[in-house]
């Protein structure tokens, strides 16, 4: 029987596993160390494998997505209970902001893991480089670069060409 396929320290984690990895607050690259430090704030790196993790630009991203997805699920079961039963209008006003409010703040910080693990999975925003293995694991060499061949996607600044 084989173990599971990890990739190593120089390899990239594939796109599902880093982003699940990220959605349970874990580094997308190793899935041992932990990504935040509080609630919404990104550690520096890595304590486990040093993946710099302080580059990640996720910005408003998990708010639109936890805005789409709660407001999704808030409104059909507001829609149901309205259209279906007799519920009083102030159960209903006090009820769902509260479920809105809970269910808001219950998925950002797993939605914000996983657009940290989506942007390494991909090598955004500084995640070109792959992390050094540290001495006794692996042999060390150079900081394996991922993109465009020529070394120079990881120097420039983000933006849509040469200014």
């Known amino acids: 029987m084989?173990?599971?396929i990890e990739p190593g320290h120089h390899?990239?984690?594939?796109l599902v596993r880093a982003m699940a990895r990220g959605f349970i607050g874990r580094c997308p690259h190793c899935g041992k160390g932990r990504i935040f430090g509080?609630?919404?704030k990104v550690r520096p790196h890595c304590d486990v494998c040093d993946l710099e993790l302080a580059h990640h630009r996720?910005?408003?991203l998990p708010p639109y997505i936890v805005i789409f997805?709660?407001?999704?699920?808030?409104g059909y079961f507001l829609l149901e209970t309205e259209m279906n039963y007799d519920v009083p209008l102030w159960f209903q006003l006090s009820f769902?902001?509260?479920?809105?409010?809970?269910g808001s703040l219950a998925l950002l910080q797993p939605v914000k893991g996983a657009v940290v693990g989506?942007?390494?999975?991909?090598g955004m925003h500084g995640f070109a480089k792959l992390p050094v293995p540290r001495a006794g694991t692996e042999p060390q060499g150079e900081e394996t670069r991922h993109g465009s061949g020529d070394g120079r996607s990881a120097d420039r600044a983000?933006?849509?060409g040469p200014a």
Request: hydrophobic share 50%; charged share 20%; net charge negative.
């Open 2 to 4: 084989t173990d599971g």
């Open 11 to 14: 390899e990239r984690t594939p």
């Open 38 to 40: 509080r609630f919404l």
């Open 58 to 60: 996720a910005d408003d």
């Open 69 to 74: 997805i709660v407001g999704h699920i808030v």
């Open 96 to 102: 769902w902001p509260l479920v809105t409010l809970f």
């Open 118 to 122: 989506l942007q390494y999975a991909l």
């Open 158 to 160: 983000a933006g849509f």
